[in-house]
């Protein structure tokens, strides 16, 4: 019998070493060992303590990321045929699309509340409401609820109308999908109030842009018309202002402006520029003026009026003015004349004080002389 070739030692530690690394490396969380064959994770299966005890473990492997980790891929079934988001409440649909919407107390155990809780574990932020209307198996999953396993099984829905035991089906899901975020055609989801007060605003804005469009095509058929004054980049008018050191010219940059924006625009200019802009500006409106005379027929008719205003207001001051004269003079004729009468009264009345002790001596005198007689 010939003799059995046998493996240097050299070669048996280096087969030893590869065994024992191979052995300690980490084994991915989706080769560990799974004790029901992961009929667990599938939806709407429930889950024990061991389950979740599992899974927090996973959980703890895994690294952990900036947001919430994605949700469970739902079985696209729904029990309703129309749901609408109102207010903090959900309305439903449950017998049929034509129905009436009616107020979701609960479905399988679960209210509003603790399927919005349970959407938020998965998935982003944003999606709490889309994800509670196009995924519930997923929600009820992630909240630890009962969920069917099969379509056309039934599920509990209790609503403001009373119990109901829903069919959930594909069907169902799909016609909720398209309508739900139109709110189904529920009488609680339309606002007419709010729909006068979007169409009227639209309305406001269409004719905004009706009116721009037609006044630019104008413009750029016939030409716009130069400003009559210098004007700022915004189109108001330039000013004259004391001289101010601290500012710049916005054409030229020289420092100290003696013309300002009339309105709050930081709109300087220095004299010179000032000068060049009004040349310009009244260079255009000339070309203009040529171009349509009867545009400066209409400003010479507009200057005439603007006029004979001004002067009819000076007239009438003027004539105020005489008035309160004219009033003045016979105010003053008249105090004079009062204070005349009240000095000749005053005179007349010192006359006569003055005259009764006179008459009163003249009286004691007759009276002394007779007593003198009989005596």
């Known amino acids: 019998m010939p003799p059995v070739a046998t493996p240097p030692r050299r070669s048996m530690r280096l087969l030893h070493a590869a065994a024992v690394a191979a052995a300690m490396l980490p084994v991915p969380v989706s080769a560990q060992m799974n004790t029901d064959g992961g009929r667990s994770e599938l939806p709407g299966m429930k889950q024990d303590m061991f389950d979740r005890a599992q899974r927090q473990k996973r ?17 696209k079934m729904s029990p309703f045929w129309g749901l609408a988001f109102v ?42 409401k889309k994800r509670i209307a ?20 039934t599920i509990e829905v209790i609503t403001e109308d ?22 189904c055609e529920c009488e609680q989801a339309k606002n007419p109030v709010g729909k006068a007060i979007l169409l009227t605003l639209l309305a406001i804005a269409v004719g905004g842009v009706m009116f721009d469009s037609l006044k630019l095509s104008y413009e750029k058929f016939k030409g716009k018309k130069p400003p009559k004054h210098v004007e700022c980049r915004r189109g108001h008018r330039v000013e004259e202002v004391k ?52 545009e400066k027929a209409k400003d010479e008719e507009k200057k005439k009026e603007k006029k004979k205003k001004k002067d009819g207001t000076s007239e009438a ?26 000095e000749a ?3 007349k009345e010192s006359k006569a004080d ?21 005596s």
């Not at 940059?253 to 924006?261: R, S």
Request: hydrophobic content about 25%.
């Open 345 to 347: 009264e005053g005179g």
């Open 134 to 153: 196009e995924d519930l198996s997923a929600v009820f999953f992630q909240g630890g609820f009962d969920w069917v396993k099969h379509d056309g099984e």
């Open 317 to 342: 001051e003027d004539s105020d003015g005489d008035k309160s004269n004219k009033d003045g003079k016979a105010e003053s004729e008249a105090d004079s004349t009062t204070k005349a009468e009240s």
């Open 354 to 374: 003055s005259s009764k002790p006179d008459e009163e001596t003249d009286k004691e005198a007759k009276e002394g002389e007779a007593a003198g007689e009989e």
């Open 162 to 183: 009373g119990t109901f035991e829903a069919i959930v089906s594909e069907e169902k899901w799909a016609e909720q999908s398209q309508c739900w975020a139109r709110g």
């Open 243 to 294: 001289f101010t050191r601290t500012h710049y010219c916005d054409i030229c940059g020289k420092q100290g402006i003696n013309y300002q924006c009339s309105v709050s625009c930081p709109y300087d200019l220095c004299k010179d520029c000032y000068k060049g802009a009004k040349k310009k500006m009244k260079d255009a409106l000339q070309a203009w003026y040529d171009k349509h005379p009867e």
């Open 59 to 75: 959980g703890g492997e895994q690294r952990m990321g900036r947001g919430p980790p994605e949700c469970p891929k739902s079985d």
């Open 87 to 128: 207010s903090g409440e959900v309305f439903i649909k449950v017998n049929s699309s034509s129905d009436k919407c009616s107020k979701l107390l609960s479905v399988g155990g679960a209210n509003y509340t603790q399927l919005t809780n349970a959407s938020r574990t998965c998935g982003p932020a944003g999606e709490v």
